[in-house]
């Protein structure tokens, strides 16, 4: 008892002090032995080191993490390439190679289809819509329970926002003018525009630039003006479309080996959590902020034309959607609870967003 009072009476003493004051069995001075662990992990991305937003999205991640928890978690970010290649964050992350990752849901298809709805369903919910979802509408419960059995911890990091359409080298004037078109397109998205007569493909962001170069692609979409500007896209393609039908957010996802994460203190993993959700935040509204000066200068310096998709082209895609997010809800057990969940979500969101965003947008 004596020694006890003793450690709650230091308080604010060193924790080094308060070690020698305790036996090894105490619980006080067990919990103050794991908090003295420092602990190194590595986190792989699929973007190419620094990138803007994605990049830099990443490291605010991770310098986050080690100030919020006075450096007892150290994290080195690797670019896509550095360490594994951009489309093995998933595994790499769930064998143990890195502790973190940083990447898109919907890059895991192949291998778990029903991640997809955590990334972009087309037609789908905005950034403000899966955010709310996935924090208080049970998305993120289903999310955690979905990657288990991959030995991940997931976490939503970064919404980008509404994408832009893509890039192209000739118009799109009628739902014809997509048939034959190779496009890099990933996803959901990919999927819809595949039964529209394309042919989607799915390659990392760095590959982008030279695919569409060398006429190894027709198409391509990546994010928004901010990025699009980065990977100097308009020097490939000449007509910019929007709306980004196929990703009305990019709910990008930070990932933890579950094993490293339950083996943090109950502090750490808790600073994980807020620091993801931070960084969450931060992403969005880094896109929102330089989006309008990147579409600017794409504009006004490198003479880019903005084309709107025709209403009959964005209603061709939407035919194909609803059928496209229907059927990977009937893929598995927990296909049909996170179809479930979503459909009704954005129901629900939608009947109120009508009355209060929507209508405000159109009011303004
Ligand atoms: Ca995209």
């Known amino acids: 008892m004596k020694r006890r009072n003793l450690i709650k ?3 604010a003493v060193s924790v080094a002090t308060a070690l020698s004051a305790c036996k090894p069995k105490e619980q006080n001075c067990e919990a103050n032995t794991t908090r003295q662990k420092t602990y190194n992990w590595k986190m792989v991305t699929a973007w190419p080191k620094n990138f803007p937003a994605l ?30 290649p951009p489309l093995e964050v998933f595994d790499a992350v769930s064998n143990g190679t890195a502790q973190m990752g940083h990447a898109g849901s919907y ?11 955590f990334g972009a369903v087309p037609f789908g919910m905005n950034a403000q819509e899966m955010n709310a979802w996935l924090y208080h509408g049970g998305g993120l419960d289903l999310w955690t329970e979905l990657y288990e059995q991959f030995n991940l911890v997931p976490f939503p990091v970064g919404q980008t926002g509404v994408q ?49 170069q060398t006429g190894n692609i027709d198409a391509t979409e990546w994010v928004g003006p901010y990025n699009d500007l980065a990977f100097g896209l308009y020097q490939a393609a000449k007509y910019y479309y929007y709306p980004g039908w196929h990703e009305p957010t990019a709910c990008l996802e930070g990932m933890v080996n579950k094993e490293a994460y339950d083996a943090l203190p109950d502090d750490l993993q808790q600073i994980i959590k807020i620091a993801c959700m931070a960084a969450n935040q931060n992403m969005l509204s880094d896109f929102t902020a330089k989006n309008r000066n990147a579409l600017d200068t794409l504009i006004n310096e490198h003479k880019v034309e903005l084309r709107q998709y025709p209403k009959e082209v964005l209603e061709e895609f939407k035919f194909h959607a609803k059928a496209v997010f229907d059927e990977l809800g009937e893929k598995s057990e927990m296909g049909k609870r996170i179809y479930k969940s979503y459909k009704s979500f954005a129901s629900q969101t939608k009947s109120w967003l009508d009355i209060s965003e929507n209508a405000y947008f159109k009011a303004r």
């Open 9 to 11: 009476a230091i308080g």
């Open 107 to 117: 890059y895991w298809k192949g291998k778990v289809p029903e991640a997809q709805f």
């Open 55 to 84: 990049g830099t999205g990443a490291n605010f991640l991770a310098k986050t993490i080690t100030k919020m928890s006075g450096g007892r978690i150290k994290i080195t970010v690797y670019g896509g390439g550095e360490l594994v």
């Open 164 to 212: 832009m359409g893509g890039w192209f080298n000739k118009e799109i004037n009628t739902k014809e003018d997509i048939k034959g078109l190779v496009m890099r397109i990933p996803g959901l998205g990919g999927e819809v525009f595949k039964r529209a007569g394309g042919s989607p493909k799915l390659l990392p962001g760095s590959e982008l630039f030279t695919s569409l």
